[in-house]
């Protein structure tokens, strides 16, 4: 996902992109407001929740390092919901007038509807481990599904918070899974790693 947001930075045109640093807790949009740009997180997450007419708020999804959102810019006039930094955040501005009109790339199309197709691809897989009950069974089925480089490590690159969030865990529960699954053998781990650390896993 990282080397496609890359490509996508890199196929924008530079008039069309710009950055933002968003504090925790500060609202990057509100909804309401004109839809005029989406958005790509270089580091960082930040929680999708609409304003209902009862006075209450729903989370409709919270987007992460590497990943796209507030795609109704394609063909919206107005953000359907408010998008607020769960923590620091760098933030990607791609404006979305260099996606309408005859003059538009279709390379550039073509590379974020791929983009798209696998964050679709990502969030239903994330849906069905949420399907699983057991915490250290739910954590194991995340890593096995996760890349290995060619010596067979997995690198984790994200903290195991944001891990946590994803498949639907408490983070006690995923680092009281992940030390029953190095206890039992079935991973191995490469060092014990502060939660903010790349460190490297390896499937027995």
């Not at 640093?21 to 790509?40: D, H, K, S, T």
């Not at 399907?131 to 890593?143: K, Q, T, V």
């Not at 191995?188 to 790349?198: I, K, M, N, V, Y």
Request: hydrophobic content about 40%; overall charge neutral; glycine content about 4%.
């Amino acid at each position: 996902m990282e080397t496609q947001l890359q490509q996508l930075i890199e196929h924008w045109p530079e008039e069309a992109l710009s950055y933002r640093r968003v504090g925790a807790g500060e609202m990057l949009f509100r909804q309401g407001q004109p839809a005029n740009a989406i958005y790509a997180i270089r580091s960082g997450s930040i929680r999708m929740e609409r304003d209902l007419e009862d006075g209450s708020t729903v989370v409709l999804h919270t987007a992460r390092a590497g990943e796209t959102f507030a795609e109704a810019a394609f063909n919206a006039s107005h953000y359907h919901c408010n998008a607020v930094a769960v923590s620091d955040s760098d933030v990607l501005v791609l404006a979305s007038k260099v996606l309408n009109g005859e003059t538009a790339d279709l390379a550039l199309h073509k590379l974020l509807n791929t983009i798209l197709a696998n964050q679709v691809r990502e969030l239903r897989t994330l849906v069905s481990l949420r399907d699983i009950r057991g915490a250290e069974d739910r954590l194991l089925a995340w890593i096995q599904l996760q890349p290995q480089t060619r010596a067979g490590e997995i690198v984790i690159s994200q903290t195991w918070t944001v891990i946590a969030q994803a498949i639907g865990l408490t983070r006690e529960s995923v680092y009281r899974a992940l030390s029953n699954l190095v206890r039992k053998r079935v991973i191995e781990r490469s060092t014990a790693q502060s939660d903010d650390r790349t460190e490297r896993l390896r499937l027995l």
